[in-house]
């Protein structure tokens, strides 16, 4: 088993930034790790994953060049800089890890209970 826990969501005007963290722990041997958010009425959509080492990260195409993701495996977590925030950002941000490097939700084995993220214009 591993248990994930986010943190750092909150309210953010347009423009601005936020770090979300995701914590790791129990079975905490290398996973690739992934970002998802959800909004209302909607299905998990994939943001961001990272590799084990961290040499290899893909984003959705709304997020390219504005949000980062990175990992710590000394300290089992993974980040989400998000910069230049927009109002569609909006939504339930989800980590999740996986035994395979995949975009896939269905793919993600253990999940966070979330943090929200919302974006004022």
């Known amino acids: 088993q591993v248990q994930l826990v986010e943190s750092g969501g909150g309210l953010a005007q347009a423009g601005g930034s936020l770090r979300l963290s995701c914590a790791a722990s129990g079975r905490t041997f290398i996973y690739v790790m992934g970002w998802f958010r959800q909004t209302p009425g909607q299905e998990r959509k994939f943001v961001a994953v990272?590799?084990?080492?961290?040499?290899?990260?893909q984003y959705t195409d709304s997020v390219k060049g504005r949000f980062t993701i990175s990992r710590d495996n000394a300290k089992n977590a993974v980040y989400l800089q998000m910069n230049s925030l927009k109002p569609e950002d909006t939504a339930v941000y989800y980590c999740a890890v996986a035994n395979g490097y995949t975009v896939l939700p269905g793919a993600y084995d253990y999940w966070g209970m979330g943090t929200q993220v919302t974006v004022s214009s």
């Open positions: 990272i590799d084990w080492n961290g040499g290899r990260t």
